[in-house]
């Protein structure tokens, strides 16, 4: 590192060995950044193409207009899948932001074995949303998890059915997926309580408020930047929710409990209906870019304020 | 089997030797080759296909088979992207109106002359045949034959009900499974929960029936018939069945509930002869069950067809065309298809093959003869729930009306038929 620093500072090196000094940063940031925008921006354009398209089996040319959205909008499965995106969206969003909060203000006592508890709260996250899926639907099947465990305990009036039912089969999934990323929500809190300015705290202290109103009012309130981020993350993990669906429902009772991606999956890989998946894969982008860019707007704003202030 | 030199036939082998340089050069100087996929890795579809690889390795050839394990649909994921990338297997597991559909995106090799030599096409169910020739010309050839409405019934679930009468119409099913149910079953009938699972007892629902009303209405897509009163009475039957299901199966497999259908806590199983495969597999006995034709109201076997086949795709390899060619052969080979049925549990595709053995069971033999006597009434009609009657997309479209329908109770009879001709209407 220091000769690196060395040369550089040296006066009258050429412009081509400066450029050949650069070039490791080149490739190392520049390379994988272009590919990657590359795939993944002529990969959409291409999708959005065979959106358009009569494809079947497997890709062809033709332009078939807004036929293929047409047809999965007022699909049944398409319906259901939007209407269970809405409600797992929101549950999941709120329920595991304030699980989040209340986890890590609890943390946030100086308790012993913090770093114990931190682990085993934010563990979850390191397991895989397939294992989370098939794990949780062993412990929600009435047959042989939480129910009959009941049941065997001597509680026999006990019933916990939901995920065979086909109301309250989301519901399955919000618990699932709160268990699983809370604990992504608590390490950031914690990340933002322990960032508090502690001579505020103690200012509201010496001010006479107790510790609920100290949290109400003067911590919680420098929390929101870090609210934000945690509820763009996890809309966006609930937009594109696959595989812990897919492990522990799959899409049932029936098709209670569809969501957009497998619907995608599903006309993609299942029905060989390649022009009708790619119309609801854009479909899903837009409703991606409804949270996304709202988000990014916000981000530029405040940047830009606070370049002014 | 006796020789008889007909002039067709003749004329037949002939073609044959002209239209085949290829075959000629398989004998003289490459050793043929086979690349195949397939969705059979594991338990006893993954044995079999095993034992007919070794049958083409000791006919000296190379055999090259790369199994996709899961369901057809991921079979197939594999099978479009290699047919994009200009390079599909010399052969792959291919079945029903699907052969048709992936027949029209990449060549396929023309298999008449083969198929004439071996007489092939007098011992195969002529709707089956359909499937596999469908511009004309064979182009994929059946291996294995299941029916997807066998009703399996516990030798201890009904020595349970003390019921010794084996079910026939569906009045009699429905008799059945009550007495089970007062003999203390809570759940008489063994069905899992599956998107098949659903769709299985649906179409054995309507074809026990009618299986006039069924071929109109799932084979032709009849809008009388799929609004017809027999879709009603089948949606009601449907419901019967799935009352007499454990709820707590989710969408797990029926195999789940094997065990308990054997110890005769559930009475009865409505599913495909492959669950025999299954059960042995598992270690039961074959005296643990019965076997019989799926309920039919007219007192005459309904037998629902589901056939596994092979296609075989258009290369330009010397030792992959003369790979194909000795797979064609071994395919339709009689002894190859008795080896492959008694591992899995299925019927052979050929009609010629004697059934009387001792490495065949009771079920099979009484499959079989199902088979013989519902072509005979024009009883035989293809598979729904396993993607004989229908392209994929139009079958999941009626499943997923189907699947509703049986986790939710909520929804009558009448409305499931209206939406099942919406969902054909719009999958169309």
New interface residues.
Partial sequence: MTDVASTATRPGRSATSEMVRRLPEFLVIWVPLLLSAAHLISFSIWTIWISFTPSTLIPVTGWVGLRNYNSVLASRNWQIAFDNLLLFGIAFVLLSLTTGLLLAILLDQRIRGENVLRTIFLYPLAVSFVVTGTVWSWLLNPGIGIEKLAHDLGWTSFHFDWLVNRDMAIWTIVIAAIWQSSGFAMALFLAGLRSVDSDIIKAAQIDGAGPVRTYWRVILPTLWPITVTVIVVQLQFAISAFDLVRALTNGGPGIATQLPALVVYDLMFQRSQLGRGAAAAVLMLLILLAVLLPYAAWRYVRQRRAAHA | MPITTTRRRLLAGSAAALALPAFARAQGAVKPRLTAISQWSAGSDGAAITALGKKFEEKGGVWQHSPVPG?T??M??KL?AQ??AGDPPACSQLKGPEIA??S??APTVDLDAVVAAAGYEKVVAPDLAKLHKPAGKWIALPLQIYSTNMLFLSKRGMDKAKADKVPVTWADFNDLAEKMKSAGMAYPIANG?TRADDGQKFEASLAGISPTAYRAACMNLDKKALEGPEMKAAFAQTRKISDWC??????QPYATNLKRFVDGDMGMLIMGGWAQGVLKNAGFKFDDYVITPGPSDNGKPVFLLNADAFIFWQRKEADLQAGQMLMAQLVMDPAIQTMYSQITGSIPVRTDVDLTGAGWSDGQRTTAAALKNAMGNNQAVLSLAHNMAQ???LT??II?VI??????KTIKPDEAVS?LAE?VE?AR
């Fill in positions: 369901f649909t991921d197939m994921n479009r047919i994009i559909a992936w029209k995106i929960g454990d709820p707590n199966v989710g969408v392209e994929n997309g999941a479209a997923d699947t509703e329908y049986v986790k939710n939406r969902a719009g």
